[in-house]
Protein backbone atom coordinates (compact mmCIF):
# COMPACT_ATOMS: atom_id res chain seq x y z
CA UNK A 1 0.00 0.00 0.00
CA UNK A 2 1.46 3.37 -0.81
CA UNK A 3 0.97 6.28 1.28
CA UNK A 4 1.62 10.09 0.98
CA UNK A 5 2.03 12.29 3.84
CA UNK A 6 2.58 16.06 3.09
CA UNK A 7 4.25 18.74 5.50
CA UNK A 8 5.15 22.19 5.03
CA UNK A 9 2.14 24.31 5.03
CA UNK A 10 1.24 26.62 6.96
CA UNK A 11 0.41 30.79 7.40
CA UNK A 12 2.74 33.29 5.52
CA UNK A 13 2.20 37.03 4.09
CA UNK A 14 1.68 37.95 0.97
CA UNK A 15 4.75 37.66 -0.90
CA UNK A 16 6.22 35.21 1.19
CA UNK A 17 7.68 31.07 0.57
CA UNK A 18 6.76 27.95 1.49
CA UNK A 19 7.99 24.51 1.01
CA UNK A 20 5.96 21.95 0.88
CA UNK A 21 7.01 18.33 1.15
CA UNK A 22 5.59 14.50 0.56
CA UNK A 23 7.25 11.82 1.56
CA UNK A 24 6.07 8.47 -0.53
CA UNK A 25 6.22 5.46 1.79
CA UNK A 26 4.98 1.59 0.62
CA UNK A 27 6.97 1.43 -2.95
CA UNK A 28 9.93 3.43 -4.53
CA UNK A 29 9.11 6.89 -5.82
CA UNK A 30 10.94 6.19 -9.07
CA UNK A 31 8.09 4.47 -10.71
CA UNK A 32 5.11 7.28 -10.26
CA UNK A 33 5.02 10.42 -11.73
CA UNK A 34 4.07 12.83 -9.01
CA UNK A 35 1.51 15.93 -8.43
CA UNK A 36 0.55 18.21 -6.34
CA UNK A 37 -3.11 19.75 -6.63
CA UNK A 38 -5.11 22.28 -4.14
CA UNK A 39 -8.54 23.04 -3.35
CA UNK A 40 -9.67 25.95 -2.07
CA UNK A 41 -13.05 27.42 0.05
CA UNK A 42 -16.16 26.27 -2.04
CA UNK A 43 -13.36 24.99 -5.21
CA UNK A 44 -12.80 22.30 -7.40
CA UNK A 45 -9.12 20.29 -6.61
CA UNK A 46 -7.33 21.69 -9.07
CA UNK A 47 -3.79 20.59 -10.80
CA UNK A 48 -0.38 22.34 -9.55
CA UNK A 49 1.82 21.33 -10.57
CA UNK A 50 3.29 17.78 -11.93
CA UNK A 51 6.77 15.90 -12.46
CA UNK A 52 7.27 12.90 -14.28
CA UNK A 53 8.81 9.57 -12.80
CA UNK A 54 12.22 10.08 -14.24
CA UNK A 55 12.31 13.71 -12.45
CA UNK A 56 13.11 15.12 -16.08
CA UNK A 57 10.20 16.77 -17.39
CA UNK A 58 8.22 19.24 -15.28
CA UNK A 59 4.32 20.58 -15.39
CA UNK A 60 2.81 23.81 -14.34
CA UNK A 61 -0.94 25.67 -14.04
CA UNK A 62 -0.74 28.62 -15.38
CA UNK A 63 -1.14 30.55 -12.14
CA UNK A 64 1.83 29.31 -10.55
CA UNK A 65 4.28 29.04 -13.72
CA UNK A 66 7.29 31.17 -12.59
CA UNK A 67 6.54 31.32 -8.79
CA UNK A 68 6.53 27.45 -7.66
CA UNK A 69 8.86 24.97 -8.53
CA UNK A 70 8.56 21.02 -8.47
CA UNK A 71 10.99 18.58 -7.06
CA UNK A 72 11.57 15.30 -6.30
CA UNK A 73 14.50 13.25 -4.19
CA UNK A 74 14.58 9.60 -5.13
CA UNK A 75 16.56 9.07 -2.15
CA UNK A 76 14.73 10.41 0.24
CA UNK A 77 11.50 9.13 -1.57
CA UNK A 78 9.64 12.76 -1.17
CA UNK A 79 8.56 15.39 -3.64
CA UNK A 80 8.37 18.89 -2.87
CA UNK A 81 6.73 22.20 -4.21
CA UNK A 82 9.05 25.50 -3.76
CA UNK A 83 6.51 28.36 -3.59
CA UNK A 84 7.20 32.13 -4.21
CA UNK A 85 5.76 34.98 -4.15
CA UNK A 86 2.30 33.86 -2.76
CA UNK A 87 -0.43 35.55 -2.70
CA UNK A 88 -4.14 35.64 -1.08
CA UNK A 89 -5.45 33.41 -3.86
CA UNK A 90 -2.88 30.04 -3.00
CA UNK A 91 -4.99 30.10 -0.61
CA UNK A 92 -6.02 26.30 -0.27
CA UNK A 93 -5.04 22.64 0.93
CA UNK A 94 -2.70 21.57 -0.90
CA UNK A 95 -2.38 17.66 -1.42
CA UNK A 96 0.38 15.16 -2.85
CA UNK A 97 -0.99 13.06 -5.86
CA UNK A 98 1.10 10.00 -7.22
CA UNK A 99 -0.01 7.97 -10.61
CA UNK A 100 1.52 5.23 -12.62
CA UNK A 101 0.73 6.91 -15.75
CA UNK A 102 2.43 9.16 -18.04
CA UNK A 103 2.79 12.59 -16.92
CA UNK A 104 0.27 14.61 -19.44
CA UNK A 105 -2.19 12.72 -17.58
CA UNK A 106 -1.28 13.66 -13.56
CA UNK A 107 -3.54 16.87 -14.28
CA UNK A 108 -6.67 15.22 -14.16
CA UNK A 109 -7.51 14.16 -10.86
CA UNK A 110 -9.33 10.83 -11.64
CA UNK A 111 -5.87 9.74 -13.19
CA UNK A 112 -4.03 9.40 -9.86
CA UNK A 113 -4.14 6.64 -7.99
CA UNK A 114 -3.15 7.76 -4.38
CA UNK A 115 -3.44 10.79 -2.24
CA UNK A 116 -2.36 12.06 0.61
CA UNK A 117 -4.35 14.37 3.65
CA UNK A 118 -3.71 17.58 2.63
CA UNK A 119 -1.63 20.31 3.92
CA UNK A 120 -3.16 23.52 4.64
CA UNK A 121 -1.72 26.65 3.37
CA UNK A 122 -2.55 30.56 3.77
CA UNK A 123 -2.08 33.32 2.41
CA UNK A 124 -2.70 36.92 4.42
CA UNK A 125 -3.02 39.94 2.24
Known amino acids: QVQLVESGGGLVQAGGSLRLSCVVSGRTLSRYSMAWFRQGPGKEREFVSG????????LYADSVKGRFTISRDTAKNSVFLQMNSLNPEDTAVYYCGATQRGLQEVRIPTRIDYWGQGTQVTVSS
Open 51 to 58: ISASGVFT
